[in-house]
């Protein structure tokens, strides 16, 4: 199983953050299981942004609940991120990860999102 | 929700054995057996070592053990490798059904 997020890697304040995970080896909607976003500022730890379940169930950190969006596609064997309002606080390396067990089994390359005009 | 605490850092020596603490609440680390311990190095993505507090992934060595008392858990180290020397983060799931991470452990060996 192979994951890879894709998006832009730079996005200006205030605007929305779009990325993509994309899936491969596997189909999606051919296994029940969780697919996740995780993001990690520069020199900091990790922060668990949202969950999804393959059926569409979403689950959301508090603290960015009302500024993202997880939704998947199953048809193109993608989930996705959107986060909007950005700001400089925003910028990190974003990972997507399959989430097996509560745990995050296997995990995107990460991509760096700047935010910045 | 409150990030799970973790000491910054850790060292010892090749051979040795160490232990990386992560700290949570009944509503996270002490209410469920769903914590995860993951291995990064600088400028990879994060490894799974540990889920479900104590059950290792197939491929990772056996020298990495969890464990888990009241509201902290514990990821030990056994027989110290030059190789292990990384950042360990630990994650768990919480009573509201969202996932926690630690703000992770830069392990040195010295």
């Known amino acids: 199983l192979q994951l890879q997020e894709s998006g832009p890697g730079l996005v200006k304040p205030s605007e929305t953050l779009s990325l993509t995970c994309t899936v491969s080896?596997?189909?999606?909607?051919?296994?029940?299981?969780?697919w996740g976003w995780i993001r990690q500022p520069p020199g900091k730890g990790l922060e668990w942004l949202g969950t999804?379940?393959?059926?569409?169930?979403?689950y959301y950190n508090p603290s960015l609940k009302s500024r993202l969006t997880i939704s998947v596609d199953t048809s193109k064997n993608q989930f996705s991120l959107k986060l909007t309002s950005v700001t400089a606080a925003d910028t990190a390396v974003y990972y997507c990860?399959?989430?097996?067990?509560?745990?995050?089994?296997?995990w995107g390359q990460g991509t760096l999102v700047t935010v910045s005009s | 929700q409150s990030a799970l605490t973790q000491p910054a850092s850790v060292s010892g020596s090749p051979g040795q054995s160490i232990t990386i603490s992560c700290t949570g609440t009944?509503?996270?680390?002490?209410?469920?057996?769903?914590v995860s311990w993951y291995q990064q190095h600088p400028g990879k993505a994060p490894k799974l070592m540990i889920y479900?507090?104590?059950n290792r992934p197939s491929g990772v060595s056996n020298r990495f053990s969890g464990s888990k008392s009241g509201n902290t858990a514990s990821l030990t180290i056994s027989g110290l490798q030059a190789e292990d020397e990384a950042d360990y983060h630990c994650?768990?799931?919480?009573?509201?059904?969202?996932?926690?991470f630690g703000g992770g452990t830069k392990l040195t060996v010295l």
């Open positions: 990860a399959e989430e097996l067990r509560v745990s995050f089994d296997y």
């Open positions: 080896g596997d189909s999606i909607g051919s296994r029940p299981y969780y």
């Open positions: 999804i379940f393959y059926s569409g169930s979403t």
């Open positions: 009944s509503s996270d680390v002490g209410g469920y057996n769903y």
């Open positions: 479900e507090v104590s």
């Open positions: 994650s768990s799931y919480t009573s509201s059904s969202t996932r926690v």
